[in-house]
């Protein structure tokens, strides 16, 4: 059975920081790309970042781009996202995603709340 666990999401102020983390289980963790998306009320989900599956090379949205760090961990079947110097409008639920390229599966979490409010 497929899993994806995110946590680490909550209230946080203006400038502040939180690690969310996503365990994954039921998959063959390193051959699937892993990403974080997230989504706004009244918005679209979006890409926040991305990391392949073997090389660890991440990529981020012009957004977050130097406040957020996409790690992964092929042993413990984990990827995470630690996010700095947080804004208002980063406030959204916070998706993990697995893709696998050569068949085009996704798999998703629940999602995590995060709401960055003074």
């Known amino acids: 059975q497929v899993q994806l666990v995110e946590s680490g999401g909550g209230l946080v102020q203006p400038g502040g920081s939180l690690r969310l983390s996503c365990a994954a289980s039921?998959?063959?963790?390193?051959?699937?790309?892993m990403k974080w998306y997230r989504q706004a009320p009244g918005k679209e989900r979006e890409l926040v970042a991305a990391?392949?599956?073997?090389?660890?090379?991440?990529t981020y949205a012009d957004s977050v781009k130097d406040r957020f760090t996409i790690s992964r961990d092929n042993v413990k079947n984990a990827v995470y996202l630690q996010m700095n110097s947080l804004k208002p409008e980063d406030t959204a639920v916070y998706y993990c995603n697995a893709h696998r390229q050569s068949s085009g599966l996704d798999y998703w979490g629940q999602g995590t709340q995060v709401t960055v409010s003074s």
């Open positions: 990391i392949t599956k073997t090389e660890g090379t991440a």
């Open positions: 039921g998959f063959t963790f390193f051959w699937y790309d």
